[in-house]
């Protein structure tokens, strides 16, 4: 692997085993998971499931691979089937998909509540996390992902600025519905993976300098303010890499 790439526990590989409604059989919270990531500063899709591990509790290791380079397709495919990061390996199990790591950490460990424990507010945390994930194509075009960086006013055009309106609707709408009335900063109260989910919008909105009303402010300062993400950060700013599609 290239000089700057994490080194990890060695991880096995075998069957996959996607979030259902309930644990693979015979799956260890104990055993080892390792995740496979791609550069800090660049990779969104790698930020939520990695959230959500460290809010876990669950011991972890991590190998970052880099992206955008003649060995990352080949790289990748050592380790994930579908050819894209991130990954989770669970023992001899093989988790892809960002979304699909989250649901099964946090059956892993259900007495954390990565999901709110009422089902109407957590079937809201599902759907809101599932249109992050689907949606959102503009911005994600327009505004690259990219932590240590600073574009002010640069890439909003009229379906950017589409997206943020219906983000921060769906912020308010949470932080009123759930969040004001519980003990917490965030969408639900209490730190859940439909905040993972949000927290690369969160960094986007900080990078091209977005501008929020007061709910959705102290909500986007929350989230840059988990100390989960601050360590993210920080690795992303030591990071020597540089992708050019992401840069303006």
Known sequence: MPRWSMVARPAGTGQ??????????????????????????YSSWSLRPWLVLKASGLDFAEVMIPLDTPTTKAEILRHSPSGRVPVLH?????????????????????ERLLWPADPVARALARSVSAEMHAGFAALREHCPFNIRSSFPNRGVTPDVQADINRITTIWRDCRKRYGEASVGPFLFGGFTIADAMFAPVVSRFRTYRVELDECCQNYADAVWSLPSFQEWQVAAGNEPMIIEAAEF
Request: proline letters at 6%.
């Open 16 to 41: 996959n085993c996607r979030p259902a409604s309930r644990l693979c059989e015979g799956s260890d919270p104990m055993a080892d998971l390792t995740i496979y990531i791609g550069n800090k500063n």
């Open 90 to 110: 669970h023992g001899d199990r093989i988790i892809w998909d960002g979304l699909s790591i989250a649901e099964y950490v946090a059956e892993l460990v259900p």
